[in-house]
């Protein structure tokens, strides 16, 4: 099965600076890589999201890259905001016509911006 | 817009009882999965329906099941509770093969 690595496990960030979480996938099929943002105790909100045909996606303050061959992807934020303080979990799944599997999730990183 | 609602939010159980978690999935959604969270853990994948028909197992045990009704709401039913089981449960829907939706979790304590 799936198996992801998310690195770091924590960041601290001055305001305003960039954050940089990387992540690594094990299966060649996987074909989607969504990013979540949790906030303690809260349900896991989508902010970002790439698929296997796409190198790169941004969203204002947001970026994700994918980097197919080396089966590695990894998530940008710039300018940081103290609301940007939560923990990020990356996840890999196999998306196909037939439907959606399981996400497997990295193990989370906890950022916290520092003001 | 209409997202996907757990009830009950909070639940106590004492240990060996049992719990029944209800998920009600976003309109028009086919696929919900069970997602079980420990405290500082990744979210960990139980089960999933798509279209009312079972469509993955996880790390799920024996003393859980679940089901999809024909109203496409699902609930997770967890019997023998252990300490364990203590945990934020989510449920998530998706439309095919689209985003997972995530629903505000129920925290089970088992005490």
Same mark, same amino acid.
């Given at each position: 099965?799936?198996n ?7 960041l601290s960030v001055q305001?305003g600076d960039s954050?940089?979480i ?20 809260k349900?896991?909100?989508l ?16 970026a994700?890259?994918?980097n197919?061959t080396?089966k590695h ?10 609301e940007?303080s ?22 989370g990183?906890?950022?916290t911006?520092?003001? | *817009?209409a ?6 939010r909070?639940?106590?159980? &004492?240990k @060996? &009882?049992?719990?029944t978690?209800?998920c009600?999935p976003?309109? @028009?959604?086919?696929t919900?999965?069970? +997602?079980?969270?420990?405290?500082g853990q990744?979210?960990?994948?139980l089960i999933?329906?798509?279209?009312k ?9 024996? @003393?859980?099941? *679940?089901q999809?009704f ?5 609930e ?5 509770? &252990?300490?364990?089981?203590?945990a934020? +449960?989510?449920?998530?829907?998706s ?6 939706y ?9 005490l």
């Amino acid at each position: 099965g799936e198996n992801v690595e998310q690195h770091p496990s924590t960041l601290s960030v001055q305001e305003g600076d960039s954050a940089v979480i990387k992540c690594t996938y094990s299966d060649s099929a996987s074909n989607y890589f969504p990013w979540y943002k949790q906030e303690l105790g809260k349900r896991p909100q989508l902010i970002i999201d790439i698929r296997s045909n796409v190198g790169e996606k941004k969203d204002q303050r947001i970026a994700v890259t994918l980097n197919k061959t080396a089966k590695h992807f990894s998530l940008h934020i710039t300018e940081t905001q103290p609301e940007d303080s939560a923990v990020y979990f990356c996840a890999a799944n196999r998306v196909s016509n037939f439907g959606n599997e399981k996400l497997t999730f990295g193990t989370g990183t906890r950022l916290t911006i520092i003001p | *817009a209409a997202g996907v609602i757990q009830s009950p939010r909070h639940l106590i159980k &004492e240990k @060996r &009882e049992t719990a029944t978690l209800k998920c009600y999935p976003i309109p @028009r959604h086919d696929t919900v999965y069970w +997602y079980q969270q420990g405290p500082g853990q990744d979210p960990q994948f139980l089960i999933s329906f798509y279209e009312k028909m079972q469509s993955d197992k996880g790390s799920i045990p024996d @003393r859980f099941s *679940a089901q999809q009704f024909s109203d496409y709401h699902s609930e997770l039913n967890m019997s023998s509770l &252990e300490l364990g089981d203590s945990a934020l +449960y989510f449920c998530a829907s998706s439309l095919g093969g689209n985003t997972q939706y995530f629903g505000p979790g129920t925290r089970l304590t088992v005490l």
